[in-house]
């Protein structure tokens, strides 16, 4: 992996000077949010690493290489161009060879990140095990890659939670399952992406992004696989209702069904419809919950380069 990561002049000069870095997900870019609220989003979150002393690198897929660190160009590809690869890591060798245009997911993000010796990763919300599944042994299992990545990357990944698309009693269970620690930013609950409770608890509660480096450290002295999952809920001013989420995403689950949405469409296809039916509430949610998680992020990193 090391061999085909492309590194931008200012992320090479801060891992070779051992600042700060945070890795950025462009998944969102090019499939979570419309276009010009995707670019807007993408250098606005850079921003606020800065602003936290930290370096961001958004990473991406071009010409067959993985990019660790975009220019304002290449931002600009990812938020316009329209055949842009949607890539998990069973579509990174296509993706590849073929030399094509890829936003990375959570999953590929975080499996890029560690190889470049990134420590933490910020994103809206993780994948997880998707509804419909769960007790049904007749149906084929639709379980995000990201989960299988959290139990194995040692990096640090912070979101709002799981998306609220997604069956998160099951999501938790796999994360268990997984050894992944789940630990909530100011919070005992877990979020739900637009909802700051889906209705379970975490495993512990941290108050700082020093505690939380601490819990870090503490991992990788166990030398035990996989990372930390940092669940930091979206602003209380811009949360929805649960009870409105989950009558949304009936209805549109139910459409999405009849219309034979599936696999990597889902996810895309329910945002959409969520920003609908909202009237662009859920939209100012996503965003405000990964400005959120940016500005958590970056203190997580600057406070694991004082640790060492």
């Known amino acids: 992996m090391k061999n085909l990561l492309d590194f931008s002049p200012e992320v090479k000069a801060a891992l070779e000077a051992g600042r700060p870095v945070v890795a950025l997900e462009s998944t969102i870019i090019s499939h979570g949010m419309p276009y010009p609220e995707n670019l807007t989003m993408a250098q606005e979150v850079e921003g ?3 602003s936290e002393g930290a370096v961001p690198a958004t990473i991406a897929i071009m010409d067959g290489r993985c990019k660790v660190g975009l220019t304002e160009a290449e931002l600009y590809r990812l938020a316009t161009e329209k055949d842009v690869a949607k890539v998990s890591l069973r579509d990174m060798p296509i993706v590849l060879a073929k030399r094509l245009l890829g936003a990375t997911t959570v999953a590929t993000t975080a499996t890029i990140a560690e190889a470049a010796g ?15 599944n ?3 042994p007749a149906q084929v299992w639709d379980i995000s890659a990201d989960l299988t990545v959290l139990g194995r990357c040692a990096t640090t990944v912070v979101c709002a939670g799981a998306k609220s698309v997604l069956d998160i009693p099951a999501t938790l269970e796999m994360l268990e399952t997984l050894g992944v620690t789940v630990v909530g930013y100011g919070t005992d609950r877990f979020p739900g992406f637009y909802t700051r409770d889906a209705g379970h608890g975490v495993d512990a509660r ?7 480096a601490a819990v870090i450290a503490a991992r990788a002295a166990t030398g035990m696989p996989g990372g930390v999952l940092v669940v930091n809920p979206v602003p209380e001013a811009d949360a929805l209702d649960s009870a409105e989420v989950e009558r949304h995403l009936g209805v549109a689950l139910a459409d999405m069904a009849r219309e034979g949405v599936a696999g990597k469409a889902v996810t895309p296809y329910l945002l959409a419809r969520m ?3 909202t009237e662009g509430r859920s939209l100012a949610a ?7 998680n940016a500005r958590v992020g970056a203190k997580i990193a600057v406070a694991l380069g004082q640790q060492g």
Do not use: C, M
């Open 134 to 136: 769960a007790g049904s």
């Open 206 to 212: 941290v108050d700082s992004p020093a505690e939380i």
């Open 118 to 132: 990134i420590q933490v990763f910020v994103t809206g919300g993780i994948g997880g095990v998707h509804r419909g």
């Open 48 to 50: 606020i690493i800065r």
């Open 286 to 292: 996503n965003l405000s919950l990964v400005r959120n």
């Open 275 to 277: 920003k609908e039916v």
